[in-house]
């Protein structure tokens, strides 16, 4: 199992690249031939047929997405016959109010497909959960640097972003006037002006809030001469190719599930991970019903739920956990039956059921079945360890390599001269004032100062033996230090009263150097000069790499 050491650059402005930009040409061109040489059998089709599918179906569904919302541009105008002979470059993300780390994500992938005259498309992940309705914020008052939160949104409980609208039309509509008014000035031009402008006219549209945050930053990347695809999953999950990748992994189930828990058991005990829960949840067995990788939930509920099926000889029955009855049955062999399965699943699309992938099944799908180089974010790449091993080891073949980026991009926030070693030095020196106050009184000392300095030397110099009377002594000592304490009292004061300051300071500071403020906070002119630097710089790592074509 390959591992991959990644931290996010200390520095403002830095750009993490793994493997380095020098090498991702190479990558990109050995993971084409890889795949265009990969032989495999999905439920009687080649993996060429399906991956072919799976193409055309994605360029085609984004396109009628983007054009659909009031996106016009090249990218969304493009027909199967002009389909790019380049590369096809994914990456993808949650419809959330991200910072810019992540952002970078969607420009590297541009640069990558506009030099090699290939296509870029980014997944919006809308089967995922989000935790909040706010962003953090900086917060500046009587002199501390703090967080503060401001709601784009009601809080009504956890759905996926697929079933979650807006609640409060006027709370979501005022979130770029309450933004501004919460930076108080210590951003000159945030993005917010420039970003909820493109959010606002989908107000009214019905249209879930995430795709609204999506669609207005697609909108905002299109204004700086970015022109990815873009795709709900919800919708990838509602194309042929899909399905076929669906009803493959539902067919092998049991080899699945044991290749899944095994390599996952593994990665445990590689990084020494002793919960339940991380980095995902065992599949499980309940009888005779395996889980599957996929979320599976009906339409309008708030929770996802797992997916169960049953296998026999000839058919495969599907339940939602928790319930007792199945929604579906399937049948499971190939050839012939394995087209009607793929025809049964897309009966779904007309029902309440909700047939959604997993955090590693949705890389597995991407990976194999759409793009030659997908871009992960930190996170992504650490889950993906485990999925390489997983699809490594269901599919027999060594899957194509990816692509890690992040940057680290502060506010410009003040910053105070201070650091943890002068919290360090002032706690030293109060430890020493309250347990060897006699090294710290003023000269001269009186008659009572110089007794006690002298009963305490004697003291100590002592080496009892017997533990009673090693305890005896420790408690002479501290007498000894509560006597002279009065005479010291006044130093730690003054100690504690700075080292408030100073704490209150480094507090300030860590708050000025997070990294994961909202791409909405950040300066605008900034960011599209930073973006704009990581797209000439992607595009000037491919120039001296040879292009290869990305189709069999």
Excluded at 82 to 101: K, R, S, V, Y
Excluded at 149 to 156: V, Y
Aim: charged share 30%.
């Amino acid at each position: 199992m390959k591992t991959h050491r990644l931290r996010a650059p200390s520095t403002d402005g830095g750009l993490l690249a793994a493997p380095s930009l020098d090498e991702i040409g190479p990558l990109l061109d050995d993971n084409i031939r890889r795949l265009a040489s990969w032989d495999y059998d999905f439920q009687g089709r080649s993996v060429a047929s399906i991956r072919d599918l799976a193409r055309r179906e994605l360029l085609t569904e984004s396109r009628r997405f983007l054009n659909s919302q009031g996106i016009t541009d090249s990218a969304a105008q493009g027909t199967e016959a002009d389909d790019p002979p380049g590369p096809f470059i994914a990456t993808g993300h949650q419809p959330e109010l991200f910072h810019p780390g992540v952002w970078v994500k969607n420009f590297a992938a541009a640069a990558l497909a506009n030099q090699r005259g290939g296509v870029a498309l980014n997944l919006i992940v809308d089967d995922d959960i989000p935790k909040s309705s706010s962003i953090r914020a900086p917060r500046v008052a009587n002199g501390r640097t703090t967080f503060r939160r401001i709601d784009f949104d009601r809080w009504e409980g956890e759905a996926p972003y697929e079933e979650l609208p807006v609640h409060d039309e006027a709370l979501f509509a005022s979130f770029g006037e309450r933004v501004e008014r919460a930076l108080q000035g210590l951003i000159a031009d945030p993005l917010i002006r420039d970003y909820w402008p493109e959010v606002l006219p989908y107000r009214g549209s019905g249209l879930p809030l995430g795709l609204r945050l999506a669609l207005g930053r697609r909108r905002l990347e299109g204004s700086w001469g970015v022109s990815n695809l873009e795709i709900p999953l919800s919708r990838m999950c509602q194309t042929e190719g899909f399905y076929w990748f669906a009803c493959h992994l539902l067919a092998h189930l049991p080899r699945y599930l044991r290749i899944y828990n095994d390599a996952l058991n593994e990665y445990r005990a590689l990084y020494g991970i002793r919960s339940k829960n991380h980095p995902v949840t065992a599949l499980s067995r309940r009888g005779d019903w395996l889980e599957a990788p996929f979320w599976i939930w009906r339409a309008g509920g708030s929770r996802r739920r797992s997916l169960f099926v049953r296998q026999d000889k000839r058919t495969m029955q599907l339940r939602i956990a928790d319930e007792a009855e199945p929604f579906l049955e399937l049948p499971l062999a190939e050839d012939l039956e394995a087209d009607r399965a793929v025809e049964r699943l897309r009966e779904l699309e007309a029902s309440p059921i909700r047939l959604r992938t997993r955090a590693l099944t949705t890389t597995m799908f991407l990976r194999t079945l759409f793009g030659d180089l997908f871009i992960h974010g930190i996170g992504g790449a650490k889950y993906d360890e485990l999925g390489d091993e997983i699809t490594g080891r269901f599919m027999s073949f060594e899957p194509p390599g990816f692509l890690t980026m992040s940057m680290t991009v502060m506010l410009g926030l003040a910053e105070h001269s201070t650091s943890q070693s002068a919290l360090t030095s002032i706690d030293r020196e109060i430890r020493s004032l309250i347990y060897n106050p006699d090294r710290h009184l003023a000269e001269p000392l009186d008659n009572g100062q110089r007794e006690l300095v002298a009963r305490k030397a004697a003291v100590v110099a002592r080496e009892p033996e017997l533990p009673k009377e090693r305890v005896e002594r420790f408690r002479e000592i501290r007498a000894i230090n509560d006597q002279l304490f009065p005479f010291v009292e006044g130093r730690i004061d003054e100690l504690r009263e700075r080292r408030q300051g100073v704490a209150q300071q480094l507090a300030a500071n860590r708050v000025a150097r997070n990294r994961e403020f909202s791409l909405v906070l950040h300066s605008g002119e900034r960011l599209r000069d930073l973006m704009g630097g990581v797209r000439k710089t992607v595009a000037e790592a491919l120039k001296e790499a040879p292009a290869q074509p990305s189709k069999p």
